[in-house]
């Protein structure tokens, strides 16, 4: 059985077609099309896994291949990657506009164009197996929405981030709250070391979609052009594709609630942050007095042990001073003050050694408290 997925690749240049072929024949099923016209029937008949197509070329380019692609409901899911040698961000808005998954430049680099189109491949994967829960979210956001005023859609918005506990959820809820104002988005959320998650309703973020919202993160914090809207907070990033450009009125309380929302977001991913390093912290707290209770643990058992040992050693002591002294012929006189002399400097070390227990004890009672902390 072969498992390789079908990818079609569309280009009039016949030494690129050959190129691409080549590159991913190995992990590929390829189909190639010398024009859109040809690509777009092959595309209807044989239903690829993904569509590769210059965007240069006579008749029906690459953008209008794509926009009749996405245009028909049967194929509408297949995905398009642009080839070309033009990587402005003009024309990246404009793949984007017509649903292009991303861009490969000319003269192409096999290993890139492998590892985008495997990158692709996965993310058809992933929002296959996420397409029934999305459903299910437009479904809900749709029943809320014909329910609630734009007050109320906010505050419900604002709701779903109290129960997220981690990044990913945060984004997926941030999305869902947008959904709720019937304008659809892709999130970007900018993580500690530099890291960055980016997510839209069918789940990750292609990287055309990614590479406009880092375009987008340097100009204001509100940017709208026709209807693409980008709210650009410190840790993160909105691109808004479906604004309501021909009702004004509509679209100013959009971008007070949506920039709102998203605010709200900012400080929701703000107090995610403080948590984990508050878990961190608290780990640390807890190996380190586990550590210490242990050590404590071996000095108690070690003096306790040390004490019973110096009584012992003090009484043989005594035994073998008292046989010795009969040995010695001394006078009764001399044997008593010799003893006396000894007996005090052993009651002197025995008192030194009693004063010592009293810690001991205080020592033991705070291993106790410590080891019972722990065990909470």
């Known amino acids: 059985m072969n ?7 569309v280009d009039d240049d016949l030494f690129m077609l050959d190129f691409i072929f080549d590159a ?22 044989q239903h690829p896994k993904l569509v590769l197509a210059d965007v240069k070329m006579p008749e029906m380019d690459g953008y209008e291949l794509c926009r ?41 680099n096999p290993k890139v164009l492998q590892a985008k189109v495997a990158h692709v491949l996965q993310l058809i994967e992933e929002r296959q197996q996420l397409k029934s829960q999305a459903q299910y979210a437009t479904n809900t956001a749709m029943l809320a929405m014909a329910s609630m005023s734009e007050t109320g859609l ?28 019937e304008v659809e988005s892709v999130v970007e959320l900018i993580l500690p070391g530099a890291e960055s998650l980016a997510v839209n309703l069918r789940g990750p973020a292609s990287a055309l979609e990614t590479s406009i919202l880092q375009h987008m993160a340097t100009m204001d914090r509100i ?37 709102i929302l998203i605010e709200s977001t900012e400080y929701r991913l703000e107090a995610l942050n403080i948590m984990v390093k508050a878990e961190e912290r608290d780990l640390t707290i807890a190996t380190t007095i586990k550590s210490l209770t242990d050590a404590l643990s071996k000095i108690d058992e070690q003096q306790r042990n040390g004490r019973t040992s110096i009584a012992i050693i003090l009484s043989t002591v005594t035994s073998r001073i008292e046989a010795a002294l009969v040995g010695l012929q ?47």
């Open 3 to 9: 498992d390789k997925p079908l990818v079609l690749i």
């Open 24 to 45: 991913l024949s190995e992990t590929c099923n390829v189909i190639t099309a010398e024009n859109g016209k040809a690509a777009l029937q092959l595309v209807q008949q």
């Open 68 to 108: 009749q692609i996405k245009d028909d409901f049967d194929i509408s899911d297949t995905p398009v990657l642009f080839l070309s040698a033009l990587d402005g961000i003009e024309d990246r808005l404009q793949g984007f506009d017509v649903g292009g998954e991303d861009f490969v430049l000319k003269p192409a």
């Open 154 to 181: 906010l505050i419900e918005g604002i709701k779903r981030f109290n129960n997220c506990t981690t990044p990913l959820d945060l984004a997926k809820a941030l999305i869902s709250a947008i959904g709720l104002f």
């Open 223 to 259: 940017t709208q052009f026709k209807s693409r809207m980008a709210i650009t907070y410190p840790h993160i990033r909105v691109l808004i594709s479906n604004m309501p450009e021909h009702d004004e009125d509509l679209c100013g309380r959009l971008r007070d609630n949506l920039a």
């Open 330 to 376: 001394l006078t009764e006189r001399q044997e008593s003050s010799l003893i006396d002399i000894v007996s005090r400097g052993l009651d002197e070390v025995s008192n030194t050694i009693s004063a010592d227990a009293d810690f001991q004890d205080q020592l033991s009672c705070a291993i106790k408290a410590l080891q019972n902390t722990i065990n909470r």
